[in-house]
């Protein structure tokens, strides 16, 4: 089946250093990448859309110079939060639509996501 | 706009119990629906998803959803509650295809012995 995975799954940072965060499809080329954004015990909050090669699309109140993000192939696509401070610790979350190549239908599927942590 | 709502953010049942949990949703376009299930510190695993073919919809682990556009709702029920189904779960929306998901609030399911 279609895994997306994501790296790394849990990392603590000091205020103001930048953390990127990875999201790959192992298994089929996703051509469509979401990056959510989930506070403890809230629901996910869409942060953006990447399609591959070009810019991303972000959500209303979303900061995109403080998330950088980048969907350079169909297999990756990062997060990077830029000067990270403790209010950004969160639980990330990303998303990938794509066609499997084994089944070649088209599949949605989540990462297990990255916890983030600013001291 | 698209939106969801769940009624209840905890819900608690006794192992064997019906499980039902309520979700509605607002969209000005056919929707896609989903349910879906996370376990403490884990991603997103899909349950079902309704898009637009047979309104009653099974998925994995004895769940299924139906759709029923006259109460614009997507609840999910399962006969029998088992522990292993303690988690949240989220109900979701979207635009027909575009995989853009909007996340209903969540609830938490608790199951007791």
């Known amino acids: 089946g279609a895994v997306v995975s994501q790296h790394p799954s849990w990392v603590i940072c000091k205020s103001g250093t930048s953390v990127k965060i990875e999201c790959r499809s192992l298994d089929f080329q996703a051509t469509t990448m979401f990056w959510y954004r989930q506070f403890p015990k809230q629901s996910l909050m869409l942060m953006a859309t990447s399609n591959e090669g070009s810019k991303a699309t972000y959500e209303q109140g979303v900061e995109k110079d403080k998330f950088l993000i980048n969907h350079a192939s169909l297999t990756l696509s990062t997060l990077t939060v830029t000067s990270a401070h403790p209010e950004d610790s969160s639980f990330y979350i990303c998303s990938a639509y794509g066609q499997g190549k084994i089944s070649g239908a088209n599949v949605l599927t989540f990462g297990a996501g990255s916890r983030l942590t600013v001291l | 706009a698209q939106s969801v709502t769940q009624l209840g953010s905890h819900v608690s049942v006794s192992e064997g119990a019906l499980v039902l949990l309520r979700c509605n949703y607002s969209?000005?376009?056919?929707?896609?629906l989903f349910w879906y299930v996370q376990y403490p510190n884990q991603g997103l695993q899909l349950l079902l998803k309704y898009t637009s073919a047979a309104t009653l919809v099974k998925g994995i682990n004895g769940f299924e959803a139906e759709f029923k556009k006259s109460e614009t709702s997507f609840h999910l029920t399962k006969p029998s509650a088992h522990m292993s189904d303690a988690a949240e779960y989220f109900c979701?929306?979207?635009?027909?295809?575009?995989?853009?998901?909007?996340f209903g609030t969540g609830t938490l399911l608790a199951v007791q012995p």
């Open positions: 979701a929306v979207s635009e027909g295809a575009t995989n853009k998901l909007i």
């Open positions: 969209s000005s376009v056919p929707p896609y």
